[in-house]
């Protein structure tokens, strides 16, 4: 309490500066020993704030300060509905993969991509990958399907209610999409299907988010159209006695056998065909143990709660830290699917990463963000047409060859922790001395 009164005096003081609002807010806080300043996100009260986490907590967070000065200005709209509570920055180092080739139907040419991450030699390997991949001539992309869903339960009052309910609901389609157009500028309501289950009638509504991810999106959208279910249901001589905006079939944070047949936002292939040479001179083994490697991974993958995903979890946590995407998400994304075989012509071997879950987007939430928007130039990506599907494009491309990488490494025997990574810099910065 000492040191709340203490910080409450400097607070005073500051307050007089900077206007009475935060006189007030330091009283309130006061009272109910709570954040100060909630709501306001200026960079007088985040600053404030983190002062104040200073004071209680007995730490310096010094690091946090700066934003994203010196080039660009603090800018409230960078805080708007991406965080609450603001008390500065985080830093995450940020490396580049590539070049990487990629010929796609909407992401075509060399890129380097932009990823954020801490996990050492995640990054080496990737490019390794990427240049086996080039050097086959590049990878095939396919971005072929785009809907994010959102999943609601009506609480009906029989089985068979629920049933004619779902019906009328689809019938009912030309009116919801209007009811989608009148809260949503991008939206497009694709479909709706439903499953029932006793009283519940669970619902899955699919759209069309653009070059939004859609998430936010989604949710403002089913809410509109279940309010208009529940005003309107009326006409067949029943009611909707209760609703849950999301009851998990949509698979959003979490894996998902509908969205792995389906699809969750931006469903994605990426494919190569390499010649057995090229494995050799590059990963260092023949193509044969690789072809062995993902056969035992598919089997370990077919037993129940084994999870045997490789770095895809790792590479789309730092590609979304720096294009500013969802993190959470990351679970649902890294549903995929790799196929390794003898390729079609001989001496080759076919490769191919299914993707059928990136609920990624170029425009809203953390895109706007001064680091991260320019992280998405980098790889041409910011809002325009099909933008979503260019980038699942490049995200599945870099997968593609850290999985390649890590198998190989895996196989082989020849993985490299960050500790050897950084004795072996050391090694060649004292012989370079």
Excluded at 191 to 211: C, G, H, P, Q, T
Excluded at 259 to 265: D, I, M, Y
Excluded at 313 to 334: H, K, R, T, Y
Aim: aromatic residues 6%; hydrophobic residues 40%.
């Amino acid at each position: 309490m000492a040191t709340m009164l203490k910080f409450l005096r400097g607070n005073l003081v500051f307050g007089r500066s900077v206007g009475k609002r935060f006189m007030h807010s330091s009283a309130v806080c006061m009272q109910d020993m709570g954040i100060p300043y909630r709501g306001d996100y200026s960079q007088q009260a985040a600053d404030a704030r983190r002062q104040w986490v200073e004071s209680v907590t007995k730490t310096s967070l010094s690091s946090l300060d700066g934003w994203w000065e010196p080039n660009d200005p603090f800018d409230e709209e960078h805080l708007i509905a991406n965080i609450e509570n603001s008390i500065g920055v985080i830093r995450i180092p940020v490396g580049v993969v590539g070049p990487i080739d990629i010929h796609g139907k909407y992401a075509s040419g060399t890129f380097f991509v932009p990823a954020s991450t801490t996990e050492g030699t995640l990054l080496a390997s990737a490019t390794r990958g990427a240049a086996l991949l080039n050097k086959a001539g590049g990878v095939k992309a396919h971005a072929y399907r785009q809907r994010i869903t959102r999943a609601p339960t009506l609480y009906c009052n029989s089985a068979e209610d629920a049933e004619r309910v779902g019906g009328w609901i689809q019938s009912s389609l030309p009116i919801l999409h209007e009811v989608v157009a009148s809260v949503s500028k991008r939206a497009q309501l694709k479909s709706v299907d439903f499953f029932i289950e006793e009283e519940k009638l669970n619902l899955v509504f699919a759209y069309d988010s653009a070059e939004a991810a859609g998430q936010d999106m989604s949710t403002t959208c089913t809410k509109a159209c279940c309010d208009w279910i529940v005003d309107n249901v009326k006409e067949l001589d029943t009611k909707i006695n209760d609703v849950m905006i999301e009851n998990g079939l949509s698979g959003d944070k979490h894996t998902s056998t509908i969205n792995a047949l389906f699809g969750r936002g931006v469903s994605v292939v990426a494919r190569a065909s390499i010649p057995n040479s090229l494995i050799e001179s590059v990963l260092k083994l023949k193509a044969e143990k690789l072809i062995g490697g993902i056969g035992r991974d598919h089997q370990l993958k077919a037993m129940p709660s084994s999870v045997v995903i490789g770095n895809v979890p790792n590479m789309i946590a730092a590609m979304f830290a720096a294009f500013g995407q969802d993190l959470g998400s990351v679970v649902e994304c890294s549903q995929v699917f790799l196929n390794i075989q003898k390729g079609q012509y001989v001496g080759h071997v076919d490769v191919e990463l299914k993707m059928p879950s990136l609920a990624i987007g170029t425009v809203g939430g953390g895109t706007a963000l001064p680091t991260q928007s320019q992280c998405l130039a980098m790889v041409g990506c910011q809002g325009e047409p099909n933008s979503s599907r260019k980038l699942a494009e490049i995200i599945a491309s870099v997968c593609l060859g850290g999985e390649l990488s890590l198998l190989a490494s895996l196989v082989s025997k020849h993985q490299i922790s960050r500790v050897e990574n950084k004795k072996a810099l050391g090694a060649v910065r004292q012989k370079n001395d």
